[in-house]
């Protein structure tokens, strides 16, 4: 029997009951209803420094000596991972800083410094991706920047990127009360994550006229 697939949720908020965490765990508990095995984490949890020059910060050995928890969540739980979902409030009309750094600090280990840097790229590669964002504006445009970096992210990792839900809401939690039904969309997220049909067609993709 094939195992359950694995999927990492990462919140890149700071605020704990915030309305990304709030999309998280309604991702959380699709996913697990579909009997994937889930982890969700918080950033402020296991990174608390920025990307450095590796030349001047690289131990002897080639392991990164920036001494946060970010080694530990990268190998344990991101390389592992058949699916992650990045949980980000929109701040200027951008990603979180605790969500970009994390991005940045993968450099330290698929790096070609880093010795085993072949390894790490190969389990970086063709996971399935989900994106959620909260903000306080309805505008359609705050979050183009956003699903473009995780849509580049995605094809430069041979992933696939299966969804973004976007939940309206300011105060901590009341993306709840979002009409749009943010938390119903990242639930089904949740569940469909691993089976959502995903194309990215060229020009000489083979295929059947219809799509379902
Ligand atoms: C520093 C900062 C920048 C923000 N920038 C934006 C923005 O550009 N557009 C927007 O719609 N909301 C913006 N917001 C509001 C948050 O996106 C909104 O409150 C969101 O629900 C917060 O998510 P959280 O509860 O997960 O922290 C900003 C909030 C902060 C603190």
Not at 58 to 86: K, T
Not at 93 to 111: I, L, V
Not at 188 to 196: D, K, S, T
């Amino acid at each position: 029997m094939t195992p359950p697939p694995k999927l990492l949720i990462l919140v890149g908020s700071p605020r704990r009951e915030g309305n990304s965490a709030t999309l998280a765990e309604a991702v959380k508990r699709g996913a697990e209803a579909s009997g994937a095995g889930v982890s969700l984490r918080h950033l402020d949890d296991h990174l608390s420094h920025f990307l450095r020059d590796c030349r001047a910060c690289r131990c002897e050995n080639g392991e990164c000596s920036i001494d946060d928890g970010f080694r530990d969540l990268f190998f344990n739980e991101f390389l592992p991972a058949d699916g992650v979902v990045f949980a980000t409030p929109i701040y200027w009309y951008g990603m979180s800083a605790q969500t970009k750094a994390f991005f940045d600090r993968t450099f330290c280990y698929y790096a070609a410094s880093y010795p085993d840097s072949a390894g790490v790229i190969r389990r970086m590669t063709r996971k399935r991706i989900g994106l959620l964002l909260a903000s306080e504006e309805t505008y359609p445009g705050a979050s183009l920047g956003i699903v473009h970096q995780i849509q580049e992210y995605s094809r430069y990792t041979h992933s696939d990127f299966a969804g973004v839900v976007r939940g309206i809401g300011n105060r901590r939690g009341e993306v709840v009360k979002d009409p749009c039904g943010a938390i119903e969309e990242a639930e089904r997220m949740g569940r469909e994550l691993f089976v959502r049909k995903v194309s990215d067609y060229r020009i000489d993709t083979e295929r059947a006229g219809g799509v379902w």
